[in-house]
Structures are given as C-alpha cells and as structure tokens.
T-cell receptor, first 111, second 117 residues
C-alpha cells in the first residue's frame, strides 16, 4: 500500500521558469515531510523539509508547501536551472524512525 | 567528513548464495537506516538502528535478511539464499539524534546494486 504518491513520473520545464513537483499522502498521522533529489549512480540528497506545524518552508530557490487538509505537499523551484535536472522524491514520517518515500518525479530543465 | 560510504558498490551473485553489504555512516551519527530501491520505485524502509540497537524492522525484511550494527558504528546487511527478487539497490542512510526525531535529516550513501542471476 503506497502511503506516499507522486503521480507525475516526469516533468519538463524551461530554464528560468518555475518547477512544481507534487506529492500526496494517505496517512493523516504523518507529521514530517522531506524532499530529496537523486542523480544517477548516487544516493538521494536531502533538499528541504517541513513539519506539520508549518504550511510553508523556504530555502533559497526551493519552497515546500504543505496542505494538511488535502494531504498534499508540493516543491517549487524558482528559477529552474539545468543542474536541477534529477529525480525528486518526497518522503513522510510519523515517528521519525520510519520514512515512506514516493516513487519519484524525473525533472528535466531545458536550457 | 567523508559522508556515508557503502561497499561494495556492485555485487553480482548466483541465486542461493549469501551476500553481505557494509555501510559506514557519518562518524557522529548514531542513527542508521537501510532501504531497498527497485527500478521505478522510491526507497523502501527495511530497518533502523539507534546506536547498536535495532529498533524497527519492516515486514519487507524476511528471515533471510539480517542486519547488525555491533559497535554502533558501521552496519552490515546480509541476505541469505538470495533470490532473483532480491535484485535491487540497497541504500544506507545515517542521521544524528541531536537533530531530534521531528527534524531528522537522513544522509544517504551511494548504494550497493545487487544483481541475482
């Protein structure tokens, strides 16, 4: 049972424009959410996180939005750069010990 | 700080053989996680250690799988009697308890890719 879902397997965006990656979850007990970026042949790299007490967290070009009522979070990248091309995973946790990952969205930023 | 390292990076084995992978976490991190990732999927949680104690195990971790972290530093993941379905990327991650359970940031290693023939 997939508790964290990323329904868009791929996304293409023009350089300089906004990239919006979406993630939905089913477990209302999740209270901590993360986004990871993964390049081929490397492990995932932490990008940004948000706890359920917030609805927005910003770090440079990256902003994560959390809508608890909709069980939805999104990652905004502005402006998008070719180096952002990678697979992006969202993850969620309710205990801090076990993390559930989505299936990933492959982002391509076109120069 | 050299990050999380995993060895070997690639392992090819025949069905029925045993394999063992090693993970060296970031030195000051007391939490260590093992995940499995198959093609087109995200990482799936296998097990979690805090220091040397194995505190959580996923149902995915059948009795052919065993993980240890004997001194609270490096960890090993052993798969006995490998099956073709075990073919996957095995990822290790570590984090620091000092960050607190609600702000845990896991740092991943590059993974060990297992191919079972």
């Amino acid at each position: 049972d997939q508790q964290v879902k990323q329904n868009s397997p791929s996304l293409s965006v023009q350089e300089g424009r906004i990239s919006i990656l979406n993630c939905d979850y089913t477990n209302s007990m999740f209270d901590y959410f993360l986004w990871y970026k993964k390049y081929p042949a490397e492990g995932p790299t932490f990008l940004i996180s948000i706890s359920s007490i917030k609805d927005k967290n910003e770090d440079g070009r990256f902003t994560v939005f959390l809508n608890k009522s909709a069980k939805h979070l999104s990652l905004h990248i502005v402006p998008s750069q070719p180096g952002d091309s990678a697979v992006y995973f969202c993850a969620a946790s309710n205990t801090g010990n076990q993390f559930y990952f989505g299936t990933g969205t492959s982002l391509t930023v076109i120069p | 700080d050299t990050g999380v390292s995993q060895n070997p990076r690639h392992k090819i084995t025949k069905r029925g053989q045993n394999v063992t992978f090693r993970c060296d976490p970031i030195s000051e991190h007391n939490r260590l996680y093992w995940y499995r990732q198959t093609l087109g999927q995200g990482p799936e949680f296998l097990t979690y250690f805090q220091n040397e104690a194995q505190l959580e195990k996923s149902r995915l971790l059948s009795d052919r799988f065993s993980a240890e972290r004997p001194k609270g530093s490096f960890s090993t993941l052993e798969i006995q009697r490998t099956e073709q379905g075990d073919s996957a990327m095995y990822l290790c991650a570590s984090s620091s308890e000092m960050q607190g359970p609600r702000t845990d940031t896991q740092y991943f290693g590059p993974g060990t890719r297992l191919t079972v023939l």
